[in-house]
């Protein structure tokens, strides 16, 4: 009987071990991977280009020929003597001119989003451009005289020859995922040769101004894998800027310059004693960029 109850429970364990044996094995659980959120935090460094052109009121240079004016100076703080370059009563009037041209550069900055994914976006940039206003310049002039001294040279003394601008300014707007809406301003500086530097007797000089830009615009985030990231950077993002910038250098202490008069010694310039100039600078700008986003994903 006892050897009947032995061999009954070792083939009982047997089966359940054999039943055991066919049940499907328990698969582990997958690993979860989160997709990460974009954030726009980071530094970032590019470049960009675009068209600038004139927003600026220049005033109307324009002189009277009388028996004192215009005048020519005989050196640094020297007398001024009468230059005719008109007949007496004529007039001379230079065409206001709007000045237009390529600029180009680049800028660095960083930014810092509250909430990754959409949210408050604020940061700082600083930028440092390439002004094509230098070799832009109108000395179209019109006249009512009949004769014009055939050693007159026309020099416009309103324009402005920037070739160089930049700008450091906040920037606050607000991200949706990839797309950042944003509105920008701060501190702007530009310089320029001045407008004497081709008279023999004053010395060369150039123009250094400070004023303030303010603008906006959007900027979106490549895919990190882009083919533009050349620099393995976490993000390329795209933008389109435009910029409004005031260099208000104010109203003109020293004389117009109205022209020149060719001399043995070279070229003099000839100022109108009964003017001031305007001399306020502003013009606008609208360009692309591309960044390369350095940080946090």
């Known amino acids: 009987m006892k050897k009947?109850?032995?061999?009954f429970a070792a083939f009982t364990a047997l089966t359940a071990a054999a039943s055991a044996a066919d049940l499907p094995r328990r698969a582990a659980p997958p690993i979860f991977t989160p997709v990460p959120v974009f954030t726009w935090t980071g530094f970032y460094a590019g470049f960009n280009a675009g068209y600038a052109f004139d927003a600026g009121n220049t005033n109307l240079n324009a002189?009277?020929?009388?028996?004192?004016?215009?005048?020519?100076l005989t050196g640094p703080g020297g007398a001024a003597v009468p230059a005719a370059i008109l007949p007496l009563g004529a007039t001379l009037a230079y065409r206001n001119a709007e000045r237009d041209g390529f600029?180009?550069?680049g800028q660095i900055g960083y930014n810092y989003q509250f909430t990754p994914g959409a949210g408050v976006v604020v940061g700082i940039e600083a930028d440092a451009q390439?002004?094509?206003?230098?070799?832009?310049?109108?000395?179209?002039?019109?006249?009512?005289?009949?004769?014009?001294?055939?050693?007159?040279?026309?020099?416009?003394?309103v324009l402005s020859t920037l070739d160089f601008f930049g700008t450091v300014r906040g920037r606050i707007g607000y991200a949706f995922d990839?797309?950042?809406f944003y509105g920008t301003g701060g501190f702007a500086y530009a310089s320029g040769d001045s407008?004497?530097?081709?008279f023999a007797n004053v010395a060369r000089g150039s123009d250094f101004l400070t004023g303030w830009a303010a603008g906006g615009?959007?900027?979106?985030?490549?895919?990190?894998d882009s083919f533009l990231n050349f620099f393995r950077s976490s993000a390329v993002t795209l933008k389109v800027e435009g910029l409004y910038v005031n260099l208000d250098r104010g109203r003109g202490t020293v004389l117009p310059v109205v022209g020149g008069l060719q001399t043995a010694g070279g070229l003099v310039p000839v100022y109108n004693q009964f003017g001031t100039v305007r001399r306020d600078t502003e013009f606008a700008v609208v360009r692309a960029g591309l960044n390369y986003k350095f940080g946090t994903y």
């Open 63 to 72: 002189f009277t020929q009388t028996a004192n004016n215009p005048v020519t």
């Open 178 to 180: 990839r797309v950042l």
């Open 130 to 157: 390439y002004l094509d206003f230098g070799a832009r310049r109108n000395n179209a002039f019109t006249t009512n005289a009949a004769v014009i001294n055939p050693n007159f040279v026309p020099v416009n003394g």
């Open 195 to 198: 407008r004497l530097n081709q």
């Open 103 to 105: 600029t180009g550069g």
């Open 217 to 224: 615009g959007v900027e979106y985030a490549l895919p990190t």
């Open 4 to 7: 009947l109850l032995s061999t």
